[in-house]
């Protein structure tokens, strides 16, 4: 069973601030300052920009719980949204309380675009403008993401986000967004460095708790530190347990210089020997719970212990009401893993070994795979890998697993599931060349069989996207007669839409009507949504209009109830009912949505449609969208129904002459025996070959033996073969 991409639980925790500490030093000045930024319509960026232990997100966090009226959205960012489906899943799940329909509407655009930019933005966008109440979201610890892709998606949203939405970005350094240009349209509202560094009462109030200074000792701790946060707490760390608080200020450096060699010496040096090995063991985890710690560390109290630390130290910081999950301060963190690599090298990979083990088991691939690559153990991080990649591939995780994939190195090649997964990856990213070394390599691992199961899926895609239906066709034909497609609800869908591409209808009735079956009982909710897009295609292609806007309506319904309807393949269910019941503006969308895909010969058979309907009507793009399908079909291979589909609309609307074929022919094709044949490879007969093409039935037969002269032919069959080699077809 695969791991879930997305969990309530780690929802939850993403999107909920951080719990603020017992005793907060409540900044007046600053939440005052961010209330005046929300409330003025011009500000479009509020960027909390300091270097760590400033105090940005405590200042967040407690501005948020001092207006509770105010609809405020938060995202706890880490460095695994560096993958813009992840950054953006999030966004969507931390608006949701405050944007009703926003999961339903924004999700499906993320997963099936893998995050595109010029797909998620105007989707979000739209899902916003239904909202007149004000709205802030934070975005904290934003530094972890590196991401152009991600960065290019902000900065359009910021830029074309609603006067009534607010965007907060916590981060220590400046994200690569046009900064410059907000402050000059005094669109942007800037809290530095200097803004949070604490004066003289605020120093006293935090410090109240734990020890009394006089007035000399505090402006000596106040110039010691700068006024900042970090510093200040770990002073107060160390005050509670001096007998000599004003011994201790004088040779306290809070300097951010000095504060590791300080936590070193008087914070960890001040720990027991079983608390300090617990905090070293965990330090490897970006967040932990008390399984987890007692997991790692061979215990049975780890949660009460970290509820414990939690209420006795701020470097410790609570991440959610129930006091579940924790994480270490960055400040601390760091420093703990620098000890654990100086004190106890040997024992680090092994952790990572038990904490891959731990979220593997409850659930959390991501993690999972991390901890695995962390530990050198490659073998075991490549069977998560292909494990899961299903859920995330549908999730859209496309950078998060060519990352991983990338980590793996070598191990790729020798593993049979990732060399599937990198040909899917880098064919979905349209490097079709790098997608055609990984299925050889895979082909090699199955002793040179396409029409393995694991394998024929990839094969026949790639060569259905690159325009070569006959050698996909080749391919379908072996897994159809080995039956190996009865076992595999997205085997029997690419099978039965080889079939349907290459005009062999009645030959994809079998595998389509398996894979609606498998589909149900696996279930694959991707192969529900697609099958019905081949079997519309099918339908149109023989005249069947009901039929075709029956399954295309079918398959845009389970798009919707699945949130995938921008998978690949699912957004030509629009294109098919815009040529079933005439809809220009489903023929436009169909268009616009396949050109987010790189499946090219599809974004063709789109195209076409665009272009039947438009020209139907007058509209002036209809003759662009069929110059973009012909420049798809002419670099085709064998186009299959695309190319007959392509022939009969520039016929209907006398548009476009095919260009003459190429090759070594007794004389050239003329443009009616081009469009002839590419009807041939097709189960049509002459009768309706000449229906098709709005001529007589003897002009077809007067142009089918023209044919078989030039391409020197005994048969259809000869003909269609004799084509392909030739580089007609």
Request: proline content about 5%.
């Amino acid at each position: 069973m695969s791991m879930p991409v997305l969990d309530e639980v780690l929802v939850a925790r993403k999107v909920h601030p951080p719990v603020l500490p017992d005793h907060l030093v409540h900044r007046t000045g600053l939440i005052e300052r961010l209330d005046a930024a929300r409330d003025d319509l011009r500000t479009r960026l509020v960027l909390v920009s300091a270097p760590a232990g400033s105090g940005k997100s405590t200042l967040l966090a407690s501005w948020i719980a001092a207006r509770p009226e105010a609809r405020t959205a938060w995202l706890q960012v880490e460095a695994a949204d560096a993958d813009p489906a992840t950054f953006w899943t999030y966004v969507v799940h931390a608006l949701d309380p405050f944007v009703p329909g926003i999961v339903d509407d924004v999700l499906p655009a993320v997963q099936g675009s893998g995050g595109a930019a010029d797909v998620v933005v105007p989707r979000l966008l739209r899902a916003l403008d239904g909202v007149a109440e004000p709205l802030t979201l934070v975005l904290d610890d934003h530094h972890l993401v590196g991401a152009e892709q991600v960065h290019t998606g902000l900065q359009r949203f910021v830029e074309l986000a609603p006067p009534n939405l607010t965007i907060v970005i916590s981060t220590r350094t400046d994200p690569p967004l046009r900064v410059a240009r907000l402050r000059v349209r005094q669109e942007l509202v800037e809290v530095r460095a200097a803004d949070l560094r604490f004066d003289e009462a605020e120093m006293a109030d935090l410090l109240a708790p734990v020890a009394t200074l006089d007035a000399e000792e505090r402006a000596r701790l106040l110039e010691r530190t700068e006024g900042w946060a970090a510093g200040l707490v770990l002073a107060g760390l160390s005050l509670r347990r001096s007998d000599d608080p004003g011994a201790f200020v004088e040779r306290f450096g809070g300097s951010q210089d000095t504060v590791a060699a300080y936590l070193a010496d008087e914070v960890l040096r001040g720990l027991d020997e079983v608390d300090l090995r617990r905090l070293l063991e965990t330090s490897i985890l970006e967040r932990l719970n008390g399984p987890l710690v007692d997991h790692l560390c061979g215990t049975t109290d780890g949660a009460g212990w970290l509820g414990d630390l939690a209420r006795g130290n701020q470097l410790v910081i609570g991440l959610d009401d129930t006091g579940t999950w924790f994480r270490y301060h960055h400040l601390l963190a760091d420093l703990l893993r620098v000890e654990l690599a100086r004190r106890r090298p040997e024992v680090v990979p092994e952790l990572h070994a038990r904490a891959s083990e731990w979220f593997a088991a409850n659930g959390d691939a991501g993690p999972a795979i991390d901890h695995a690559l962390a530990a050198g153990r490659t073998d075991r991080a490549a069977d998560l890998i292909a494990a899961h990649a299903t859920s995330l591939l549908n999730a859209g995780r496309f950078v998060t697993l060519l990352g991983h994939l990338d980590a793996l190195g070598a191990t790729v090649d020798e593993h049979l599931g990732c060399s599937v997964l990198a040909g899917w990856l880098h064919l979905s990213q349209g490097r079709w060349d790098v997608a055609r070394r990984h299925l050889d390599r895979a082909e090699a691992l199955v002793g040179g069989d396409l029409a393995s199961p694991v394998v024929a899926p990839l094969a026949i895609t790639l060569e259905l996207t690159t325009g070569d239906v006959g050698a996909a066709l080749a391919v379908a034909r072996r897994v159809r007669d080995a039956g190996a497609h009865v076992g595999s609800a997205r085997l029997a869908m690419v099978v039965g839409g080889t079939f349907v591409t290459a005009g062999l209808g009645r030959e994809a009735v079998e595998p389509l009507d398996a894979a609606r079956r498998l589909a149900e009982e696996e279930p694959d909710h991707f192969v529900a949504t697609v099958t019905p897009v081949f079997e519309a295609i099918d339908a149109l292609e023989v005249g069947d209009v009901d039929l075709a806007r029956d399954r295309a309506e079918r398959s845009l319904a389970l798009g919707r109830e699945h949130q995938n309807e921008h998978s690949p393949l699912a957004p030509l269910a629009h294109s098919v009912l815009a040529a079933a019941v005439d809809d220009p503006a489903s023929a436009r969308l169909g268009a616009e949505l396949a050109g987010t895909s790189p499946r090219n010969l599809f974004l063709g058979y789109a195209h076409v449609c665009a272009a039947d309907v438009l020209c139907a009507v007058g509209d002036p793009e209809g003759p662009a969208h069929l110059r973009a399908a012909r420049r798809i079909v002419d670099a085709a291979a064998d186009p299959g129904v695309v190319g007959a589909h392509l022939d009969r609309t520039a016929s209907r609307h006398r548009l476009a002459p095919v260009d003459p074929g190429r090759g070594e022919l007794v004389e050239p094709l003329t443009e009616r025996e081009v469009a002839v044949l590419r009807h041939l490879p097709t189960s049509l007969s002459q009768r309706e070959i000449a229906a098709e093409l709005y001529v007589s039935v003897n002009t077809v037969k007067s142009h089918t033996r023209g044919l078989y002269r030039k391409l020197g032919a005994s048969s259809r069959d000869d003909a269609v073969r004799r084509a392909r080699e030739l580089g007609l077809l």
